[in-house]
């Protein structure tokens, strides 16, 4: 939604958001990689990233790193944990959550847009 | 380099592994309890601190020596860090990150328990030090592995 490849103005159909890149896919391997899906009109990138329950540990790491390797990537880190559910279900599934909540993801990322996107 | 010992808390294991290797508690034979009690940050990282990287010191290649209390998923920590590196173009071959969560005794696990999340330190505290100490020939074993490391690592480069 954030880079545009799903619309703002109306739910998706299932074809749509099943062609999404990684939507409705987990795997034990990629949690903790930075996984790259677009940019958007800002030229921001965006990225996702599993991290499980552990998203403060995530973030005090590699708030570290910052620190400790002088970086300053300006990392702004959305959770949206309360639009998913924790275990493997077939992406049928997951489209009938992002059906459930699409206002509120769009709320979500309407908001980041309006604080990065100044 | 940067070299980040690992375990669940940050309080116990990283904290033992990081002390021998920089020298606060003997590299051979056996520690004394009380050496235990002049190491930094033994039994003391708070569940808020968890993840972040605290400096222990410098050893004796010059690299600074971090412990980091990752939880139980490690996979996800390192994955994180090295992910982030590489999408910000640096490269990871100076960060180590060390998995310092070999055999835990039991009464490290219990005393580290009672000691960081019921706040029973008197207690706690003694039984994790006693704990260590039963496996304490397995760290030393770890941290030689690790200088051993350090010391190709500068033949190559």
């Not at chain 1, 992002?98 to 604080?115: E, R």
């Not at chain 2, 592994?17 to 990282?45: N, V, W």
């Not at chain 2, 696990?109 to 029973?120: D, E, K, Q, T």
Request: with cysteine; aromatic share 14%; charged share 20%.
């Amino acid at each position: 939604m954030h880079v545009g490849i799903l619309p703002g103005e109306y739910v998706p159909t299932k074809e749509q958001a099943l062609m999404v890149p990684y939507f409705g896919r987990k795997y034990a391997s990629c949690y903790g990689l930075f996984i790259y899906i677009g940019i958007d009109e800002g030229y921001n990138e965006v990225y996702i990233l599993g991290a499980k329950n552990n998203i403060s540990v995530v973030k005090n790491e590699l708030a570290s790193v910052d620190d400790i390797l002088h970086m300053d990537e300006g990392v702004y880190y959305v959770d949206v944990r309360a639009f998913d559910i924790n275990i493997s279900l077939p992406a049928q599934f997951h489209y009938m959550l992002l059906k459930k909540h699409y206002s509120d993801i769009l709320k979500t990322v309407c908001n980041v847009k309006a604080q990065i996107l100044i | 380099m940067k070299l980040i010992y690992t375990c669940y808390g940050g309080s116990h294991s990283s904290v033992t592994a990081a002390a021998i290797h920089l020298g606060y508690l003997p590299c051979h034979g056996r520690s004394s309890y009380e050496q235990f009690y002049t190491i930094p940050f033994y039994d003391e990282m708070d569940e808020d601190q968890l993840g972040k990287w605290v400096f222990m010191g410098t050893d004796e290649f010059n690299n600074d020596i971090y412990i980091c209390g990752v939880k139980g998923d490690k996979d996800l920590a390192i994955n994180a860090v090295y992910s982030y590196l590489n999408i910000s173009g640096m490269t990871a071959d100076h960060i180590i990150m060390v998995d310092a969560l070999i055999t835990l005794h039991p009464l490290t696990s219990i005393g580290g328990y009672m000691s960081r999340h019921l706040n029973w330190v008197r207690l706690g505290r003694p039984l994790s030090i006693m704990g260590i100490m039963c496996t304490y020939d397995q760290f030393v074993r770890l941290v030689d592995k690790v200088k051993e490391y350090e010391k190709n690592f500068y033949d190559i480069y």
